[in-house]
């Protein structure tokens, strides 16, 4: 089975704090994401990564970065965090080709 | 620009009974994947089922079906027998199939509980 595994389920952070969200996946998947998870709005993507060292920004990257140096790991950097990143942080991954998705099980992030 | 509308916020059905979940799309392509999202209270999101734009038939998983329209753009997921173990926020998604990225659109979700 593909395992997706994001290294908190919570997390709690101050504000202005750089906050590092890490999710490997076991699977050898070339694609990986990250995704933010509010009431209301659903699942709406911040950045994603197709190969090693590569990203591209998906549809909320403002005041987020991204790493993918190992094909295995996503990591999502909020370079100063603010009380309105606090969210749901869901990675998943996804093999070329395979239209489905996996996912990790959630951090779930709180900045005070 | 490519939506999903999943309208129901909130939804329960009695244990055994049937309940239909409702999704619409708008696209402008022709072929692309739609898909039913299962995301129980331990969080962990996993696929229900998946459907083809280019395929007539509708999927069937055991207890879950979807009813596809594709003129009216609207994807529902039957759930038949309905189980505890059903309760779960279900993501109604959409995916382009030409696109090389294959970034999911998802729904707002629907909060489903099944009441004992």
């Known amino acids: 089975d593909v395992k997706v595994t994001q290294s908190s389920r919570y997390l709690v952070k101050r504000t202005g704090e750089k906050v590092f969200l890490e999710c490997v996946q076991d699977?050898?998947?070339?694609?990986m994401f990250w995704y933010r998870q509010d009431p209301g709005l659903g699942l709406r993507l911040i950045y994603f990564s197709y190969d090693v060292k590569m990203k591209e920004k998906g549809d909320i990257p403002e005041g987020y970065s991204v790493s993918r140096e190992k094909k295995e790991r996503f990591s999502l950097i909020l370079e100063s965090a603010s009380t309105n990143q606090t969210s749901m942080y869901l990675c998943a991954s996804r093999k070329t080709g395979d239209t489905e998705a996996f996912f990790g099980q959630g951090t779930r992030l709180t900045v005070v | 620009a490519q939506t999903v509308t999943q309208s129901q916020p909130e939804m329960s059905v009695q244990e055994a009974e049937t309940v239909t979940l409702s999704c619409t799309y708008d696209?402008?392509?022709?072929?692309?994947?739609l898909f039913w999202y299962k995301q129980p209270p331990s969080r962990q999101m996993i696929l229900v089922i998946r459907q083809e734009a280019y395929k007539q038939q509708n999927a069937t998983e055991n207890r879950f079906s979807v009813n596809f329209q594709k003129a009216a753009k609207s994807f529902s997921l039957k759930i038949s027998d309905s189980q505890l173990g059903d309760t779960a926020m279900y993501f109604c998604a959409f995916i382009e199939s030409g696109s090389g990225t294959y970034k999911y659109i998802f729904g707002t979700g629907t909060r489903l509980k099944v009441l004992a």
């Open positions: 696209t402008s392509e022709s072929n692309y994947y």
């Open positions: 699977m050898d998947h070339e694609n």
